[in-house]
């Protein structure tokens, strides 16, 4: 693994299916993040955490949960798709949570039907 | 509430020309302030400024920021087609989040 990847690239999924989102990085980077990317509205944090172990919401946080077992892995769960979480989602990390470059992973294209 | 503001919201031109990209800010307590290109997946990083008047350069690429006026530009001479991209603005603030704006969308056409 080189840098941050996600899975899967893209998912199609009907309303009320629980869907989880991976997102692995191998820089041992202390923060990592989560976003949405919609059409005319930007990045959009949805959850974040600074170290593992630790989470915070960000402005778009409802209907989605994250967890950070360890340093590497920040996984993203949607309990019951609803179609307005259709998006593209971003995983992203940074060495530490202090405005840094944030790396960014390719990508989950994600349509909710 | 923390707002970041980018213009224009998209722009043409021709190689060669030189274009600049505007963002404006308004948060509480400013920490940094990163401007981005993304082509077609994800974000990359150009530049991280945190000082006011000291110049960023990158190539063909330049960036400043002015924090009494809350705004940053960033400057691409010498446009080439490689160029197209949108162009991210992010500010962190004391909230600790990054504040994302909506992009310029460049075009450069041959």
């Known amino acids: 693994i080189a840098g941050i990847t996600q899975a899967p690239t893209s998912q199609i999924l009907a309303a009320g299916r629980r869907m989880t989102l991976r997102c692995t990085q191998d820089?041992?980077?202390?923060?990592m993040y989560w976003y949405r990317q919609d059409l005319g509205l930007g990045l959009r944090l949805i959850h974040y955490?600074?170290?593992?172990?630790?989470?915070g919401k960000g402005e778009v946080p409802d209907g989605y949960s994250v967890s950070r077992a360890n340093t590497d892995d920040f996984p993203l769960t949607l309990a019951s798709a609803v179609p307005s979480q259709t998006s593209v989602y971003f995983c992203?990390?940074?060495?530490?949570?202090?405005?840094?470059?944030?790396?960014f992973g390719p990508g989950t294209r994600l349509t909710v039907l | 509430e923390d707002k970041v503001v980018q213009s224009p919201l998209s722009l043409v031109v021709h190689e060669g020309d030189t274009v600049t990209l505007n963002c404006s800010y308004e948060?509480?307590?400013?920490?940094?302030l990163l401007w981005y290109k993304q082509e077609k997946k994800a974000p990359t990083f150009l530049f991280m400024l945190?000082?006011?008047?000291i110049e960023k350069k990158s190539g063909r690429l330049s960036s400043i920021l002015d924090k009494k006026e809350l705004f940053s530009i960033l400057n691409i001479t010498a446009t080439q087609t490689g160029d197209s991209a949108i162009y991210l603005c992010?500010?962190?603030?004391?909230?600790?989040?990054?504040?994302f704006g909506t992009g310029t969308r460049l075009k450069v056409l041959a």
């Open positions: 992203a990390s940074s060495v530490e949570f202090r405005g840094d470059e944030q790396f």
């Open positions: 820089m041992r980077h202390n923060a």
């Open positions: 955490s600074n170290t593992a172990g630790t989470t």
């Open positions: 948060v509480t307590n400013f920490r940094s």
């Open positions: 945190t000082s006011s008047g």
């Open positions: 992010a500010v962190f603030s004391g909230t600790y989040k990054y504040i």
